[in-house]
């Protein structure tokens, strides 16, 4: 990935403060690049490489009601879903995820006799801490909203028992296939039965589209648990390849994302805006 990933989600920040400041009203190409302090031409070709479209039709991906129009135009029942497939058209990057998960019982004892290995990568998102076990990734978090140390502790206290080593050059290659979107990328899932449940059906919606918490409620046989699936949900520990970007509630609203709406909401519009350039 290249060097300056970081510096553009930093970008992309600052716009979408720009853009809600602004209400509804569209902003010119000469206006979001001044308060980026950057001149037209440089704003436009940086937006244009990461996401694939201009900044003038990037708006359009970051206002506050594009939750509502995915959910329109955009919304997936988990039947058609799992219809098309993990490595279906959904993929854009034809990213194929593999996946086992930890036992009930091995999970039931926070993580004890578990090695998990960490490090710090670069992403599209800000800065990406990756975690892993023998078996494939098991944690994936971003910190440019909440900062790497609140990041580290949060995951940690995950699996309160498990020997943490840094070890960024043993997971070098699945964080490059995870944050790059290519290659096939293995998971570790470490949770509860129910949030098993639960991210094994975030894992069938495909990429530029999204459901609902009360979808996913409904296909895991228990939609009256609204509630509990968002608390899964959030609970989500490899973002971005257990999409829990992707799930919104039934009026529109993005709902939470436990490492900060602007990295949901950023996530959405990078996805919506690659979905509609592959058309």
């Known amino acids: 990935m290249e060097h300056n990933e970081p510096y553009h989600y930093q970008v992309m920040r600052r716009a979408i403060d720009a853009i809600d400041a602004a209400g509804d009203t569209q902003r010119s190409l000469a206006d979001l690049a001044a308060d980026m302090q950057m001149s037209p031409a440089h704003f436009q070709r940086l937006f244009s490489t990461w996401v694939g479209v201009s900044p003038k039709r990037y708006q359009q991906y970051l206002t506050l009601g594009h939750a509502k129009t995915l959910l329109r135009e955009r919304f997936t029942t988990l039947d058609t879903a799992q219809s098309v497939g993990l490595s279906g058209s ?38 990406a801490l990756v975690m892993g076990t023998d078996r494939g990734i098991c944690g994936l978090a971003f910190a440019g909203e909440t900062g790497p140390d609140a990041t580290m502790a949060d995951m940690v206290s995950r699996w309160p028992k498990a020997d943490f080593r840094e070890n960024s050059a043993r997971l070098q290659q699945w964080a490059q296939c995870a944050l790059g979107q290519t290659g096939e990328t293995q998971l570790h899932m470490i949770g509860a039965p129910f949030q098993l449940k639960v991210w094994e059906a975030l894992l069938r919606i495909p990429s530029g589209h999204v459901t609902t918490y009360g979808e996913i409620a409904g296909s895991i046989g228990n939609p009256k648990a609204v509630r509990a699936v968002g608390t899964a949900v959030g609970r989500n520990p490899v973002s971005l390849l257990i999409p829990c970007h992707r799930a919104l509630r039934k009026s529109g609203a993005l709902g939470g994302y436990h490492w900060g709406l602007p990295v949901k909401r950023a996530i959405l519009a990078w996805e919506s805006a690659r979905a509609d350039a592959a058309q």
Do not use: C, K, N
């Open 90 to 127: 959904g993929r854009l990057h034809d990213l194929f995820v593999r996946w086992e998960a930890m036992s009930p019982g091995d999970y039931a004892q926070g993580g004890a006799d578990l090695t998990i290995f960490w490090g710090w990568f670069e992403s599209l998102f800000g800065p």
